[in-house]
T-cell receptor, first 111, second 111 residues
């Protein structure tokens, strides 16, 4: 069966520090991969998606970037965090045209 | 613009008191509508996919229905363990599987 791993679960980082969140998927090949952010009082907002290695599409211009160095690995990064980057970050995978399955999320607090 | 609106924002029920959650959507060609359950501090858990008007899906005390403009999640005789935030999302034809989410309905079931 397929599983998705996301870490860390919580993270407290100072303003201006770098960020790296990692997500890996097991049990499937060539999945579509997604990074979403969930802010209080708002719905899940799609940040990036990838349909293959090295293929990244950005939905929202921001201080973040994403990379997909391997088929089942998706990384969310920032060179310098802003206070506004705080939120709950979720990685997800799907086969094309089917439901998405989410990781357990990373609670990021920028202080 | 594709969008999803969920109502009510919050719903309090007594154990055994059946009710329905609403998800209204506008999308340029619906590929699928998805319901998720999210517990505090966790990633969304997939519940149902609906593809066409008139379709219905059931799982335990939950039943999801779909029309051309909205979906309902019916909860029959809820229990306290059904307390969670229920998220609705749509996927447009031609997308890469990206989901457009509503803000969710927070359901509380009191014993």
């Amino acid at each position: 069966s397929q599983t998705i791993h996301q870490w860390p679960a919580t993270l407290v980082q100072p303003v201006g520090s770098p960020l790296s969140l990692e997500c890996t998927v097991e049990g499937t090949s060539n999945p579509n991969l997604y990074w979403y952010r969930q802010a209080a009082g708002r719905g899940l907002q799609l940040l990036f998606y990838s349909v293959g290695i090295g293929q990244i599409s950005s939905e929202v211009p921001q201080n973040l970037s994403a990379s997909r160095p391997q088929d089942r690995q998706f990384i969310l990064s920032s060179k310098k965090l802003l206070l506004s980057d705080s939120g709950f970050y979720l990685c997800a995978w799907s086969a094309v045209g089917t439901e998405a399955f989410f990781g357990q999320g990373t609670r990021l607090t920028v202080v | 613009e594709d969008q999803v609106t969920q109502s009510p924002e919050a719903l309090r029920l007594q154990e055994g008191e059946s009710s329905s959650l609403n998800c209204s959507y506008t999308v340029s060609g619906l590929r699928g509508l998805f319901w998720y359950r999210q517990d505090p501090g966790k990633g969304p858990e997939f519940l149902f996919t609906l593809y066409s008007a008139g379709e219905e899906k059931e799982k335990e005390r939950l039943k999801a229905t779909l029309t051309k403009k909205e979906s309902f999640l019916h909860i029959t005789a809820p229990k306290p363990e059904d307390s969670a935030t229920y998220l609705c999302a749509v996927q447009a034809r031609g997308s890469q599987g990206n989901l457009i989410f509503g803000k969710g309905t927070k359901l509380s079931v009191k014993p």
